[in-house]
T-cell receptor, first 117, second 113 residues
Framework: AQKITQTQPGMFVQEKEAVTLDCTYD???????LFWYKQPSSGEMIFLIY??????QNATEGRYSLNFQKARKSANLVISASQLGDSAMYFC??????????????FGTGTRLTVIP | DVKVTQSSRYLVKRTGEKVFLECVQD?????MFWYRQDPGLGLRLIYF???????EKGDIPEGYSVSREKKERFSLILESASTNQTSMYLC????????????FGPGTRLTVT
């Protein structure tokens, strides 16, 4: 079974609008972490935001927020006030466990976001 | 800022050649990783290392090997390159504690002809 599922291969959003990118995860661990990365056309993966499984508050970083719904096992990324520079691939990822060394990330297949002027 | 560098952005090799992809990080991170990225498949882990001379297989290690002789350097080796190894290769590093956020290099786009 896939550990991370991103069901939206592509999304379009109007400039200055908000957009939600979906991510669901599958784990039986109680301790885990969820990440979102952005990959522009240049290819480099850029870390955006992190949510720990024990964090009660949804993570926020500037225009990015993570809508964490533990019971639904979802970790959607919300980008507010979209900008043209937000056009990129977005990957959701999960780390299981907290043991040192056991920190592999499982990645989803990504969502390509296009911001329309 | 964390800096992860990879030896080449683009590489073209012939089938059967031995290929070395080098990755260097400057943040004294314990963990280093090699992924390959293919359209529609996301990132798949090839190998990772959590200490010098230590290595662990990831999801798709077949056809690859790795070397970590120094903490800052993690090499991916294709012993005999094949056309199905044409891909984007991404190296990452992470600290051994905290959130374990991974920092990525710019990637190497390898074409095997």
């Amino acid at each position: 079974a896939q550990k991370i599922t991103q069901t939206q291969p592509g999304m379009f959003v109007q400039e200055k609008e908000a957009v939600t990118l979906d991510c669901t995860y599958d784990t039986s661990d109680q301790s885990y972490g969820l990440f979102w990365y952005k990959q522009p056309s240049s290819g480099e993966m850029i870390f955006l935001i992190y949510q720990g499984s024990y964090d009660e508050q949804n993570a926020t970083e500037g225009r990015y927020s993570l809508n964490f719904q533990k019971a639904r096992k979802s970790a959607n990324l919300v980008i507010s006030a979209s900008q043209l520079g937000d056009s990129a691939m977005y990957f959701c990822a999960m780390r299981e466990g907290l043991t040192a060394g056991a920190n592999n990330l499982f990645f989803g297949t990504g969502t390509r976001l296009t911001v329309i002027p | 800022d964390v800096k992860v560098t990879q030896s080449s952005r683009y590489l073209v090799k012939r089938t059967g050649e031995k290929v070395f992809l080098e990755c260097v990080q400057d943040m004294d991170h314990e963990n280093m990783f090699w992924y390959r990225q293919d359209p529609g498949l996301g990132l798949r882990l090839i190998y990772f290392s959590y200490d010098v001379k230590m290595k662990e297989k990831g999801d798709i290690p077949e056809g690859y090997s790795v070397s970590r002789e120094k903490k800052e350097r993690f090499s991916l080796i294709l012993e005999s390159a094949s056309t199905n190894q044409t891909s984007m290769y991404l190296c990452a590093s992470s600290p051994g504690q905290g959130t374990y956020e991974q920092y990525f290099g710019p990637g190497t786009r390898l074409t095997v002809t």
